[in-house]
């Protein structure tokens, strides 16, 4: 029997998919993109549908910050009435498994690209579990990330110690490959993957978790207020303009952080917290972070603060 489908659903009626030959399927329902958010910070689910109903409606969804973060953490499927095949493009380069035309979206027809959907995700992750590495960064990817700190709160718990994750949400990348071209964005990427590097200890592990996304790991810090103070250092060094090809090119971020002990103890939850916050952070153009548990910081200027 198939393991049952832990499905987050948004849109009018959640569709009758518990006794589904391709589920069975266990449904949450949300209220809006706001609330998909917070319960993917809060629980474990294998795919989120989303039922889109107008235009205005798959412009939000386009625009929305924690898509990235919902398609690291689930398989997301999109049902919408006319999908073009331009949004269809644009939603397959934003992680989104598949897309579907709403009347054509029967219960048995969205079991089955459940199914598919949460098998392909599946394959996705075990192929990310075979190459550790980001090419395009040469920084650890997120299955590795994922083992190193399971292997290191292993450790906390024999010898404890505080440390803290951050997940940090640039915001411009998209907006570079419009302007400059695919390898332009793919250069002003490394660059923000090593102004990170640079900032930071040997000790602390930096990982590529999208094309948008990077964490860091502080495996060691002397009190909880470090993962802030170094948030809002990271998120301030990325302010400073990156020459790419020729022009000067800037970026926004919002940065996420959970702490353990406080926020966790397991790799996984950790992680969808400091997601989760990132997520949250409206950036526009300027420096913002946010704890796990939604409390939001930043430095008061332009200067830098000084290493921890």
């Given amino acids: 029997m198939n393991p049952p489908i832990q499905l987050l659903y948004l849109g009018a009626a959640a569709p009758d998919l518990a006794t589904s030959a391709f589920g069975p399927c266990v449904v949450q329902t949300c209220a809006n993109l706001d609330d998909a958010a917070a319960h993917l910070r809060a629980g474990r689910f294998d795919a989120l549908l989303l039922e889109v109903a107008d235009s205005d409606a798959l412009q939000a969804l386009l625009q929305w910050a924690a ?12 049902a919408t009435p006319e999908p073009t095949a331009p949004v269809v493009t644009r939603l397959l380069q934003l992680g989104v498994q598949e897309v579907l035309p709403t009347r054509a979206a029967t219960a048995d027809r969205l079991a089955l690209a459940l199914r598919q959907a949460v098998e392909r995700k599946r394959i996705e992750l075990q192929a990310r579990r075979a190459h550790a590495t980001d090419l395009g960064t040469g920084l650890p990817n997120h299955a590795q990330l994922m083992e190193h700190m399971t292997h290191l709160l292993a450790l906390r718990e024999r010898e404890p110690a505080p440390m803290a994750l951050l997940v940090l949400r640039v915001e411009g990348l998209a907006a570079a490959e419009a302007r400059l071209g695919v390898e332009a964005a793919n250069v002003l990427r490394r660059k923000v993957a090593v102004r990170l590097r640079s900032a930071l200890r040997a000790s602390d592990v930096v990982a590529a978790l999208g094309a948008d996304r990077f964490a860091v790991l502080l495996a060691w810090i002397d009190d909880a207020g470090d993962g802030d103070r170094v948030a809002a250092k990271l998120s301030l060094g990325l302010r400073r303009p990156l020459n790419v090809a020729g022009q000067d090119v800037a970026v926004a971020v919002g940065c996420g952080v959970a702490r ?7 790799a996984d939850t950790l992680l969808r917290l400091a997601a989760g916050a990132a997520s949250q952070c409206q950036v526009q153009g300027r420096v913002g972070f946010a704890d796990g548990h939604g409390r939001r910081g930043g430095a008061a200027n332009d200067e830098l603060p000084t290493q921890f």
Avoid at 67 to 78: G, K, P, R, Y
Avoid at 260 to 266: A, T
């Fill in 67 to 78: 898509l990235s973060h919902a398609t690291l953490a689930a398989a997301v499927l999109v």
């Fill in 260 to 266: 353990y002990p406080g926020d966790g103890r397991e």
